[in-house]
Nanobody, 114 residues
Framework: QVHLVESGGGLVSPGGSMTLSCEAS????????MGWYRQAPGLQRKLVAD???????MYNDSVKGRFPISTDNARNAVILQLHTLKPEAPAVYSC????????WGQGTQVTVSS
């Protein structure tokens, strides 16, 4: 089982930016998929963006252009940048790793408020 550790959450002002990172304990498989999901209060968890071992990103239409996803292979990590954040209730962003098994991080909370 791959262990995932997220970091970078917290409080940010509307219109501001935040960078989330997810470091995997291992990324030995030749083919894998890692991504970020968001769950707002009272709503289902939704995919924000993901990226494959081939380097191909995929974005939810609602965030495309604002939340770029990238990899930091030296750290076995996936980076999600949050830009032009809108005022909203605190939401939890969770990292996931997919290969032969599915792994999830513990989640990190992002609050956009003035």
């Amino acid at each position: 089982q791959v262990h995932l550790v997220e970091s970078g959450g917290g409080l940010v002002s509307p219109g501001g930016s935040m960078t989330l990172s997810c470091e995997a304990s291992e990324r030995n498989p030749n083919y894998w998929l890692m991504g970020w999901y968001r769950q707002a209060p009272g709503l289902q968890r939704k995919l924000v963006a993901d990226i494959s071992s081939m380097g191909t990103p995929m974005y939810n239409d609602s965030v495309k252009g604002r939340f770029p996803i990238s990899t930091d292979n030296a750290r076995n990590a996936v980076i999600l940048q949050l830009h032009t954040l809108k005022p909203e209730a605190p939401a939890v962003y969770s990292c996931t790793f997919h290969h032969s098994q599915e792994s999830w991080g513990q989640g990190t909370q992002v609050t956009v408020s003035s």
